[in-house]
């Protein structure tokens, strides 16, 4: 099992999710997040943001569905046909256990 983990624009979160749900992966978590990246803020006239809005995307996969799912955000996250900074990041860690609470069962 894996984590993936994606902090995407705000503006993104419905089309990534619709065509997440679209193939089948329903299971997500969500949350708002607020940071910079590599662009290190944004400056805009004599005002300079440096925690920009994101919102955070949180899903448990099998393995064998890392490139599908990685793919999918990928192509949904991104805005223009090139891409633009600030877009996103994705990140996937390995998960060693997961249980579902109510019934106790172990795995997905």
Known sequence: MLLLRAIIRPEKVKEVLDALLQEGYSSVT?????????????????????????????????????????????????????GNSGDGRIFISPVDEAYTISTEDEGL
Do not use: C, L, S, W
């Open 30 to 82: 969500k949350m708002e997040v607020y940071g910079r990246g590599k662009q290190k803020g944004i400056q805009i006239g004599d005002v300079f943001y440096d925690e920009i809005p994101k919102e955070m995307i949180f899903m448990v996969i099998e393995d064998g569905v890392k490139e599908i799912v990685k793919d999918i955000i990928m192509e949904h996250a991104r805005t223009g046909e090139n």
